[in-house]
């Protein structure tokens, strides 16, 4: 049983930049895909980005290519979301979760563990 953990929840203005952290607080993530996905209020939980536990393969919703970047620590077994360029619309509360793949996938039900969520709002 992995338990995954985010931290780095906050407001930012937009055009700002903030740093979301995912780690496990139990089991381990090692050897899985990891991605990030976001919900906003009365929304359905979108994909946001993906990557694969070598870090060579990473996938990104249209909506943050070019302004997000995830990224994997193997060694801190952790996984980001760096959010540059914030916008409005990205206000949401965010997720991570895990997936048992060694090709990160795009849609939610392919992964077994989630995080309990942190939000971020972004002021205009």
């Known amino acids: 049983q992995v338990q995954l953990v985010e931290s780095g929840r906050g407001l930012v203005q937009a055009g700002g930049s903030l740093r979301l952290s995912c780690a496990a607080s139990?089991?381990?993530?090692?050897?899985?895909?990891m991605g990030w996905f976001r919900q906003a209020p009365g929304e359905k939980r979108d994909f946001v980005a993906a990557?694969?536990?070598?870090?060579?393969?990473?996938y990104y919703a249209d909506s943050v290519k070019g302004r997000f970047t995830i990224s994997m620590d193997n060694v801190k077994k952790s996984v980001y979301l760096q959010m540059n360029s914030a916008k409005p619309e990205d206000t949401a509360v965010y997720y991570c979760?895990?997936?048992?793949?060694?090709?990160?996938?795009?849609?939610?039900?392919?992964?077994?563990?989630w995080g309990q969520g942190t939000q971020v709002t972004v002021s205009s």
């Open positions: 979760a895990a997936s048992p793949t060694n090709v990160p996938p795009r849609s939610e039900f392919s992964y077994a563990y």
């Open positions: 139990a089991g381990t993530f090692s050897g899985h895909s």
């Open positions: 990557i694969n536990w070598s870090g060579d393969t990473t």
